[in-house]
């Protein structure tokens, strides 16, 4: 549970980094249950904890609010306190749902894997195209195509031409938790009082939580599609017309 609010807390630091450091550690096998049931609660206490910087870190300048996240958009008006219940809500509704339906999924994944499987760089390519064209003006698309194109590129010189043994590491710490750490050093997030209000919930964030609950079923079969692809998806898909409804759905998606 702490290295979980440790991850979910600290920009940069993910749940796979901390798992990565454990399996280098001389573990007796007879007690590889205990090291396995340490790691999946460190994973739950994270998926909750992370929406806390989420909501205070990195938010953007008041003037761009059209380009923000949900959750940033509600932290500038000061309900960053809402966002974070519904977000939470979310992932404790999501989570209660997933291990419910995990005996059925479990049955799903083991008849369906091989075909699934063959479908897996068909459904990358689809989600890089659809994120690429989801831009609304031409300049955005050629912004995400470029991100794209330069992301892999990075990726497959550094796992092609790295000499260190687990080169995913520092290159994910680096993207995620260097870039964020710095954007706000140089630009302080310009954070209001927040309002003190209780969240009540209703059908809508149920609803949010259970399509997240089968958005996130998806991203444990495809690898490469993240949370914040299947939240496109979903959306897509099933819109959801609450911000709220919203942060409790990709909160779902995480648990």
């Known amino acids: 549970c702490m290295a979980g609010m440790a991850s979910g807390l600290i920009p940069g630091l993910h749940p796979n980094t901390l ?3 454990v399996l280098l550690l001389p573990i007796p096998r007879e007690h590889a249950f205990h090291i396995a049931l340490g790691l999946a609660c460190m994973n ?3 998926a909750c904890v992370e929406a806390i910087p989420a909501m205070l870190v990195g938010v953007p300048n008041p003037d761009t609010a059209m380009a923000m996240l949900p959750g940033h958009r509600m932290t500038i008006k000061g309900n960053g306190m809402h966002a ?3 977000t939470i809500i979310g ?4 989570g209660l749902a997933g291990l419910a ?14 075909w699934v499987k063959q479908l897996i760089p068909f459904v990358l390519a689809f989600t890089l195209a659809a994120l690429v064209l989801e831009g609304k003006k031409w300049k955005g698309k050629v912004h995400a195509l470029t991100t794209v194109l330069a992301s892999g590129a990075l990726g497959f010189f550094v796992l092609r031409y ?3 043994q687990e080169p995913l590491l520092p290159l994910i710490s680096g993207l995620f938790g260097a870039s964020t750490l710095a954007l706000n050093l140089h630009n302080p997030s310009p954070i209001p009082e927040q309002k003190p209000e209780r969240t009540t919930i209703n059908a809508g964030l149920i609803a949010g939580a259970l399509k997240g609950c ?3 079923a998806f991203v444990s079969l495809v690898p490469a599609v993240s949370a914040s692809e299947a939240a496109l998806w979903v959306q897509k898909l099933s819109p959801s017309k609450q911000a709220g409804d919203y942060l409790a759905l990709t909160g779902s998606i995480k648990a």
């Open 19 to 21: 798992s990565w450091a």
């Open 44 to 46: 739950v206490v994270h």
């Open 84 to 86: 974070l219940a519904c």
């Open 91 to 94: 992932t404790t509704v999501g």
């Open 101 to 114: 339906l995990f005996p059925l999924y479990g049955l799903f994944a083991e008849k369906t894997w091989e």
């Open 162 to 164: 790295s000499h260190v």
């Open 214 to 216: 089968a958005g996130g």
